[in-house]
């Protein structure tokens, strides 16, 4: 069985700094596209960054500059670090995991608040 479980997030002042942390167990993510998405209150939920299995990233414009996406391949672990955080970036994030079979596989979601 396939289980994603993110931890981290939590409560920060804006201009300040996080990091979430995806757990894979069930998959391993070294031949994989791995992701972060957002879904704010009211909104759909969308894409923050990527990155394939080759290394490439790709990241939403509205952060890229401040969040870096990347992987432990020993520890089957997706991060996402987010720096200069602005309170438009509160929202829940959702780790993803893109099955090589088509389909997705998703964690729960941590929350993150930044304060103004």
């Known amino acids: 069985q396939v289980q994603l479980v993110e931890s981290g997030g939590g409560l920060a002042q804006a201009g300040g700094s996080l990091s979430v942390s995806c757990q894979v167990s069930g998959t391993l993510i070294t031949d994989k596209t791995v992701g972060w998405y957002r879904q704010a209150p009211g909104k759909e939920r969308e894409l923050v960054a990527g990155i394939t299995s080759f290394g490439r990233t790709n990241y939403a414009d509205s952060v890229n500059g401040r969040f870096t996406i990347s992987r432990d391949y020993n520890k089957n672990t997706v991060y996402l670090q987010m720096n200069s955080l602005k309170p438009e970036d509160t929202a829940v994030y959702y780790c993803?995991?893109?099955?090589?079979?088509?389909?997705?596989?998703w964690g729960r979601g941590t929350q993150v608040t930044v304060s103004s």
């Open positions: 993803n995991v893109q099955k090589t079979t088509g389909g997705d596989y």
